[in-house]
């Protein structure tokens, strides 16, 4: 027979579990807290979207508003790849909110994330834009940005924010390091050409300071350089909407083109997993069954 006493004692009482979030608001922000700055601001804009169309607090959202707002991205001439950022983004919220224990279940995890159409071989510069892109660039600080975007294929927050002592030299030549995506921090080395092109810049310049500054003498951001590139691109007579990313594509097909082992590209752009490195692969593929038919 059990006795009262052990009725009562702290073994016995069930596990009243932590409130990890009070309200919608605080959720969101546990969720997007230690992501990257742009990250952040890419998903909460998502979120924001979503509570503003569904105009009720999460924990009374039902799987049919997901089934509705996700329609409505459609109806609204989003292309399919925004539809399909939008969607994960608010089923990594609900999962997340699931797991703290916000929700009692994960409404949104039936809700399909419709495929779309990989539009990464279209946005693949040949090497010969890319040499018109980066040699008829007029100004030095801006030649510098464009080759050294191709040579690291380095994302746009990680060029914008590069300093001085991130920079050290290998021989004659030299090599990068950089905090990424992930909180991840890599190496990457700079041939002599570009390495040249960045110690025209340096001027004695205190290893605090940013290597690409703006004209107030500070960093430049994402969206200047940005400009910069798109210039480039139009200087060069390339018809297509170029990004900076489009540098970063270029580097990645280039490198595996001319034999670059896809273990060595995936640590250059630090991407976690070698799955998501082999999709240039995909997109400009070096051999295909069909070549092997008589035609």
């Known amino acids: 027979m059990i006795s009262p006493?052990?009725?009562h004692s702290p073994e016995s009482q069930p596990l009243t579990p932590l409130v990890q979030a009070e309200s919608d608001e605080q959720l969101i922000g546990l969720w997007l807290h230690g992501r990257p700055k742009l990250t952040q601001r890419a998903y909460r804009g998502e979120v924001d979207r979503a509570v503003k169309k569904?105009?009720?607090?999460?924990?009374?959202?039902?799987?049919?508003?997901?089934?509705?707002?996700?329609?409505?991205?459609?109806?609204?001439?989003?292309?399919?790849?925004?539809?399909?950022?939008?969607?994960?983004?608010?089923?990594?919220?609900?999962?997340?909110?699931?797991?703290?224990?916000?929700?009692?279940?994960?409404v949104a995890a039936p809700l399909k994330v419709q495929g779309f159409r990989d539009q990464l071989a279209e946005r693949i510069l040949s090497e010969a834009e890319v040499e018109k892109i980066t040699s008829l660039e007029p100004n030095p600080r801006n030649r510098a940005i464009l080759r050294t975007f191709y040579a690291g294929g380095f994302r746009v927050s990680e060029l914008c924010s590069l300093k001085w002592r991130h920079l050290q030299e290998r021989g004659e030549a030299g090599q990068i390091t950089v905090f990424g995506k992930g909180a991840k921090t890599r190496t990457v080395l700079i041939p002599k050409s570009v390495w040249?092109?960045?110690?025209?810049?340096?001027?004695?310049?205190?290893?605090?300071?940013?290597?690409?500054?703006?004209?107030?003498?500070?960093?430049?951001?994402?969206?200047?350089?940005?400009?910069?590139?798109?210039?480039?691109?139009?200087?060069?007579?390339?018809?297509?909407?170029?990004?900076?990313?489009?540098?970063?594509?270029?580097?990645?097909?280039?490198?595996?083109?001319?034999?670059?082992?896809?273990?060595?590209?995936?640590?250059?752009?630090?991407?976690?997993?070698?799955?998501?490195?082999?999709?240039?692969?995909?997109?400009?593929?070096?051999?295909?069954?069909?070549?092997?038919?008589?035609?």
Do not use: M
Request: net charge positive; glycine share 6%; proline share 4%.
């Open 54 to 106: 569904l105009n009720k607090s999460l924990r009374s959202v039902t799987l049919g508003d997901l089934q509705g707002f996700a329609d409505h991205l459609e109806e609204a001439g989003l292309k399919p790849s925004s539809v399909h950022r939008a969607i994960s983004a608010i089923k990594s919220l609900f999962a997340f909110g699931f797991r703290l224990g916000y929700f009692p279940f994960d």
């Open 196 to 295: 040249d092109d960045l110690q025209f810049l340096y001027e004695n310049a205190h290893p605090d300071a940013p290597v690409f500054r703006s004209r107030k003498k500070g960093h430049l951001n994402a969206s200047q350089v940005w400009r910069i590139v798109v210039k480039a691109a139009e200087r060069a007579g390339i018809n297509k909407k170029v990004s900076c990313h489009w540098l970063r594509h270029a580097h990645a097909s280039h490198s595996l083109d001319h034999g670059c082992p896809i273990h060595v590209l995936q640590q250059t752009l630090g991407h976690s997993s070698v799955a998501t490195t082999s999709t240039y692969l995909h997109a400009r593929p070096s051999d295909c069954s069909g070549t092997y038919l008589q035609l």
């Open 5 to 7: 006493v052990s009725l």
